[in-house]
């Protein structure tokens, strides 16, 4: 039976979470552009002709794409630093966070795009583009960077006029963008992955995303080899076999990650950010926590003040 004490917090437990997840920085596609549209891209030769940019660390609720054809910077994605240098493709998830910094003079493109707008042109279009989501930045030289600059230019000129049927278009060029970035990974093998057959490494990322999406909620094994209809031991399978890692490791870095991810990017108390992130017992994050990173979440976030 709830007591009195135990009822009114829990009566109290949507509120906290209100007030946590205000606090997150979160921008959303329809608030920057059209709400009615799915797609914005940006020049960056327009937007740093005399200044330099600089964005606050922040999430985005859909995919962000930065095509960096000269200039110099820093872009930090979920608490990795990554110099900014000519020729180089940055790609980030729905709910990553990052900061970043781009020098005047710096030119390129920034796509902006929801998961509904992602060009289905093929039965292998989707394992294409999860592939790619897993890689945050990807070095080109300028050659190889030509035929992604000659779609990311169609898609520009597209964008500015309201042509007929524009987001088609937009879209083919984009799954082309797509079909050079897949094969930049398997040039660099950022993933050890070559041993994997096409059924593994989907069921992978298909896992990777539900991860990524509930592990607020939902931090078992079990759960997610029913949500993807397998069993645990296959599941454990799939993902030893290609990142040489259990499925209970993955879902324990996803949790540390989240819980970085709020310390720095929120003001929130220890407990609520415990409670965001489903831990019953605060205590028992907190000691989760330095377990892990050997240090408590308090002094984490001070360290990085």
């Given at each position: ?18 007030i ?18 799915e797609?914005r ?35 930090t ?60 930045a ?36 984009l ?8 094969r ?9 992955e ?19 999406k509930n ?17 645990p ?44 992130l ?12 330095k ?7 308090a ?7």
């Amino acid at each position: 039976m709830t007591n009195k004490r135990t009822g009114a917090f829990i009566q109290l437990l949507p509120s906290i979470l209100m007030i946590a997840k205000k606090s997150i920085p979160i921008r959303q596609l329809t608030k920057v552009c059209d709400p009615s549209s799915e797609f914005r891209m940006l020049s960056l030769s327009e937007l740093l002709k005399k200044e330099e940019l600089k964005q606050q660390i922040h999430r985005h609720d859909f995919y962000f794409m930065l095509i960096v054809i000269k200039g110099t910077g820093k872009h930090t994605i979920d608490f990795t630093i990554f110099k900014i240098e000519p020729s180089m493709v940055f790609f980030m998830r729905p709910g990553q966070i990052h900061e970043l910094d781009l020098d005047a003079g710096t030119t390129g493109f920034i796509l902006e795009f929801s998961g509904d707008f992602v060009p289905k042109v093929s039965e292998n279009s989707r394992y294409m583009f999860n592939s790619i989501s897993q890689h945050n930045a990807l070095t080109f030289n300028i050659k190889s960077l030509q035929p992604v600059l000659q779609s990311a230019e169609k898609i520009y000129s597209e964008s500015q006029i309201d042509f007929i049927e524009k987001n088609e278009v937009i879209r083919l060029h984009l799954h082309l963008i797509f079909i050079e970035l897949y094969r930049q990974v398997a040039i660099q093998q950022l993933v050890q992955e070559q041993d994997s057959d096409a059924f593994t490494k989907e069921k992978l990322y298909t896992f990777l995303e539900l991860l990524e999406k509930n592990i607020h909620r939902k931090k078992r094994v079990s759960e997610y080899a029913e949500m993807m209809n397998l069993t645990p031991y296959q599941l454990n399978n799939i993902t030893k076999s290609v990142l040489n890692k259990s499925v209970s490791i993955l879902i324990k870095d996803q949790v540390l990650l989240e819980a970085k991810r709020l310390l720095l990017t929120t003001s929130n108390q220890v407990n609520q950010i415990a409670i965001e992130l489903g831990f019953e017992d605060v205590s028992y994050f907190i000691r989760f926590f330095k377990k892990h990173l050997g240090s408590s979440p308090a002094v984490f976030r001070q360290n990085f003040k």
